[in-house]
């Protein structure tokens, strides 16, 4: 007997009915069909999902019996999640419901290197704007979902010697942030959450997606098998600090030289524009000489793909993407850029690797940091374990009452 219930499946729980409605409204004919279990069983389940708010009833339609079917539905508005975006001179912060629906968002012109008992005040008090704004109790808010533009240890949420934050080293954002809204708290690299929401938004049935951020610094989200890798420590992808191959030795935060962040992050590139005749002060600025068709900047955007290009080159040649989304305040010049980058990866990189290869701007835009945000928050609060200990706690207050 127990060998054969090791070779049964388990009866699929209220955390993994409700990953199916997730998806899409289902009768409970479907589930029944679906999961295999009794129609007693779905209906307990669905009572209890019910019961914490998670979801509702549509209509009724007529079944093959004539007797009426209710389709049953994830109710997205059930709850809120705050999604906040750190980079190197701004903050985005945006409320999101729990389908990942933007609700409202703030964006500050904020510079990291402030520090992070300012930044975190702002982010804490617009948080607080947003919430009153949508008129959404603290209760609702399920999580708050944060993105930084520095390496992160994943398992305690700290920055680790971030290049461009200073004062951030080993700070304790989960906890500053725990005191003002109490709720679960996630953490995480800004490229990385960026890969995140792009793929949620734009590539779902994508498996192998790499999102490349060329902003003040460069980063890099890798997606593999559907999952988003992060390293033994919390620190892959961090492309930025990549020497470039025959590139200048340009000095970098990291107190190397030649790294490709040095050499074409924002600051970089300002200086050969200088150097140029053109007067810019900003990534912004960049974007608009490059849009308004000025030679210089056209030609330093496209070296800088180019660039990009050579330390990427190896990179598609090792782990073979399907897609390489290209984001951050330089992307919005993204035609330069990108072709600069399909130059040198499609030459330099193996053919086999680069035979059904995209490389496009992202199609999230500047809002895959705060949507990459709320879907690390949902997938985490939404799990089949996280709903089953959220029934399992209501029925244990209930039954104690």
Not at 59 to 73: D, H, I, K, L
Not at 128 to 156: D, F, M, Y
């Amino acid at each position: 007997m127990e060998e054969l219930q090791r070779v049964l499946p388990r009866a699929p729980g209220v955390g993994e009915v409700f990953q199916l409605l997730r998806s899409e409204p289902r009768t409970r004919a479907q589930l029944v069909a679906i999961t295999g279990q009794a129609r007693s069983t779905i209906a307990a389940r669905l009572d209890s999902l019910s019961e914490v708010g998670l979801i509702g009833q549509i209509g009724e339609r007529s079944s093959a019996m004539g007797r009426p079917a209710a389709s049953f539905f994830f109710r997205p508005e059930a709850g809120a999640v705050l999604a906040i975006d750190i980079g190197a001179s701004h903050v985005r912060v945006g409320l999101t419901d729990l389908s990942v629906r933007i609700l409202t968002e703030r964006h500050l012109d904020l510079s990291v290197d402030q520090g992070p008992e300012v930044v975190l005040g702002r982010v804490i008090a617009t948080g607080r704007e947003l919430l009153a704004q949508a008129g959404i109790e603290a209760a609702r808010l399920k999580g708050v979902g944060i993105g930084v533009p520095g390496p992160v240890t994943h398992t305690s949420g700290r920055p680790s010697s971030p290049p461009i934050m200073p004062g951030w080293d080993g700070h304790d954002i989960i906890g500053t942030l725990r005191t003002a809204f109490d709720v679960p708290i996630y953490v995480d690299n800004d490229a990385n959450i960026m890969a995140i929401g792009e793929h949620a938004l734009a590539w779902k049935d994508v498996d192998d997606l790499l999102f490349v951020k060329f902003a003040t610094g460069v980063g890099l989200g890798i997606i593999l098998d559907g999952q988003i890798r992060r390293g033994a420590q919390g620190s892959s992808g961090d492309i930025g600090h990549v020497r470039v191959p025959g590139g200048p030795p340009n000095p970098c935060h990291c107190g190397g030289t030649g790294c490709l962040e040095a050499v074409i992050g924002v600051p970089a590139l300002l200086d050969q524009l200088e150097r140029a005749g053109r007067k810019a002060g900003s990534g912004a600025d960049i974007v608009n000489l490059v849009r308004s068709g000025d030679k210089a900047a056209i030609q330093v955007m496209r070296e800088a793909g180019r660039t990009a290009g050579d330390v990427l080159a190896g990179v598609v040649s090792l782990l073979n993407p399907s897609v390489i989304a290209v984001g951050g305040i330089l992307a919005q010049a993204h035609e330069q850029l990108i072709a600069g980058i399909r130059e040198s990866v499609y030459a330099k990189s193996l053919p086999l690797a680069t035979q059904d290869l995209r490389i496009t701007a992202s199609i999230a835009g500047p809002r895959a940091g705060i949507i990459g945000a709320s879907t690390l928050v949902c997938d985490q609060v939404l799990s089949p374990a996280a709903i089953e200990a959220l029934v399992e706690g209501v029925d244990a207050r209930e039954g104690g009452s």
